[in-house]
């Protein structure tokens, strides 16, 4: 059968997360069906009358949009488990970016079987379309496109990266051409990933990170994301650390530095955002970040449980969200598991706030769907409605942890998580069944990371600015008894 015209319908879907239009939000139907043909959906609600290739039975399932993850660095992070989760700098802000991180991770030979087990794990929770900011490595696209995912390629390019000799100081090694030959890189992937033959590809424009580039390459990277017409995001006010040393530079806060090179408006995706001026780790004589944010349209990509591991929070998804402000949510690190993101934004927004309203299952939904969707310029994901994309999941509404059930996605998000996720669909075909990845060997994957997790470890000594052993930098969770 011709897969481009096939219709698949569910019929008598016990709950149904429907797009409503006329209020512009998420609503539950009961008893509905969906049906897709093809890459595209063509009914959402009851009686579906028209052609059926495959019919499947709803009454024990939840239907919803897939998920839209507009920030994750599949190419190492989940080498990482295990070693960062303890580890946070008291002399660099608690961040462990700048002396943990480099020193544990894959080489080039190991992105590919990094961003296979965050494929793999994406697709498990209900990802359908995935911001994956990776450096161009060999593979990649292609990698990308046979795991089934809606792929943005993300190709991060910089002036500069920072390294830290001796724990407390940071320094910035500028490379001579200003970053340029990593632009032209960038660019050369952003390209091919337009004109892919998946047809499932798209692109953005993402200088690493603020610290990290020139004016000159962040102004280039924002006229080379006009001209593709796509997005453009960058990691701004993600630390303590980046925020002192653009004030030390510049006399003006990360997200000021940005709307001064005319870089925050529209069509801008501002990774992180946490430290801005009215944070209450900074001190700093003015409060107008907010405002400023606020008034330029720019998206904020949310990613808590990175964040949260090193004490941090954004203050607050409330706040953010009550101003207007487009959130999306992404996974960033470990683990790729989008429901598991979605459970932490809500609890710790309502930390952050010290009250529920503002943080609720409706809210981080959103953001987690059509919010991203809104980030990346899109009406045709993130929603269940005709003409959108069929990117699809189905929950298993008798998993154990579903149940009892009276509310599916509050069960889903604070209870159950990929664990009742069964099936998922993207651009109408299937890329999960009954639980399991069917694109992608998992399996075998998660075998080539244990061999690269020994690599890893043998070579912290060497990277570490310490100069000790894995095991010291990074102590297992309990003291390993010496009889074994």
């Known amino acids: 059968m011709d897969e481009t015209n096939k219709t698949t319908v569910i019929r008598n879907a016990a709950w149904l997360v ?14 509905c069906d969906l049906a897709f043909r093809g890459n595209s959906i063509v009914h959402v609600g009851p009686g579906y009358e028209g052609p059926a290739d495959e019919v499947i039975a709803g009454e024990r399932l939840m239907v919803m ?5 507009i920030h994750s660095h599949p190419l190492s992070e989940p080498l990482g488990k295990g070693f960062f989760e303890d580890l946070g700098n008291p002399r660099l802000g608690m961040s462990g970016l700048f002396d943990y991180m480099p020193v544990y991770g894959p080489d080039e030979a190991g992105m590919g079987v990094c961003a296979e087990v965050a494929y793999a794990e994406l697709l498990k929770s209900g990802v359908t379309t995935l911001v994956d900011l990776s450096v161009p490595y060999p593979g990649w696209l292609e990698l990308l496109a046979a795991s089934g995912l809606r792929g943005i390629v993300a190709p991060m390019h910089r002036s500069a990266r920072w390294r830290c000799d001796n724990g407390h100081e940071v320094t910035y090694d500028w490379s001579p051409d200003g970053g340029e030959a990593s632009f032209r890189a960038a660019l050369e992937v952003i390209d091919r990933a337009l004109n892919h033959e998946s047809g499932r590809l798209g692109a953005m424009v993402t200088p690493a990170q603020i610290d990290t580039c020139t004016p000159e390459l962040l102004k280039a990277s924002l006229a080379a994301a006009r001209e593709r017409g796509v997005p453009f995001q960058i990691h701004a006010a993600q630390s303590l650390v980046e925020f002192h040393e653009i004030t030390r530079r510049h006399g003006m806060t990360p997200l000021e530095w940005l709307a001064s090179l005319d870089l925050l408006g529209p069509g801008t995706i501002v990774a992180h955002c946490i430290f801005i001026d009215s944070h209450s ?13 606020t008034a330029s349209g720019a998206a904020v990509a949310h990613c808590p449980n990175v964040f949260v591991r090193h004490g941090m929070l954004l203050e607050s998804f409330a706040r953010y969200r009550d101003a207007g402000i487009p959130l999306g949510l992404g996974t960033d690190t470990f683990p790729h598991n989008m429901l598991e993101e979605m459970r932490l934004a809500c609890l710790l927004g309502r930390v952050a706030e010290r009250r529920v309203e503002g943080t609720t299952t409706a809210d981080v939904f959103a953001a987690a769907t059509v919010g991203g969707a809104q980030a990346l310029d899109r009406e045709d994901i993130g929603r269940l409605v005709p003409g959108a994309k069929a990117d699809v999941v189905l929950v298993d509404l008798d998993a154990p942890t579903m149940q009892p059930l009276r509310d599916p996605l509050r069960s889903l998000i604070f209870a159950a998580a990929e664990r009742a996720v069964r099936d998922v669909y ?3 075909k299937q890329v999960v069944r009954d639980g399991e990845v069917v694109t992608l060997d998992l399996a075998a994957a998660l075998t080539r990371l244990e061999t690269l997790r020994g690599k890893a470890e043998a070579e912290v000594p060497a990277k570490h600015w310490s100069g000790r052993p894995g095991h010291e930098v990074a102590p297992l969770a309990l003291p390993l008894a010496p009889d074994g």
């Open 18 to 31: 429907a797009w409503d239009e006329a209020t512009g939000g998420h609503e539950y139907r009961r008893d």
């Open 65 to 69: 949009p897939g998920l839209v993850n």
């Open 281 to 293: 780790w900074i001190y700093w004589g003015e409060r107008d970040d907010f405002q400023r944010l």
């Open 426 to 428: 993207v651009d109408g």
